[in-house]
């Protein structure tokens, strides 16, 4: 079992940046992926980013390719979302994840662990 703590969410104007961190603990951080999933008043959880163990594979939901970035430091056991350019849409919980494998998994069945969220809100 992972546990996994989130900090760095806000309240931002639209075109400004934030950075999320996640510090897992539990198991060996390089043996797992980490995603990013975020969930909207009223949407479902949907998939924002994910890294693999190594951290050379990355992907991204189309909404925030080239805008976020997800990266890890395996010394530091913690994943990191940087946001940029973010908009009234990003507006969620953020949610990270540790996932059953070491893949960059983009379906929330592949995660087997969950931080308590953390709230971004942009405004116009």
């Known amino acids: 079992q992972v546990q996994l703590v989130e900090s760095g969410g806000g309240l931002v104007e639209t075109g400004a940046s934030l950075r999320l961190s996640c510090a897992a603990s539990g198991r060996t951080f390089s043996t797992y992926g980490m995603g990013w999933f975020r969930q909207a008043p009223g949407k479902d959880r949907e998939f924002v980013a994910a890294?693999?163990?190594?951290?050379?594979?990355?992907n991204y939901a189309d909404s925030v390719k080239g805008r976020f970035t997800v990266s890890r430091d395996n010394a530091k056991n913690t994943v990191y979302l940087l946001m940029n350019n973010l908009k009234p849409e990003d507006t969620a919980v953020y949610y990270c994840a540790a996932s059953t494998t070491w893949r960059a998994s983009t379906t929330s069945t592949q995660y087997g662990s969950w931080g308590q969220g953390t709230q971004v809100t942009v405004s116009l």
């Open positions: 890294i693999s163990g190594s951290g050379s594979i990355r």
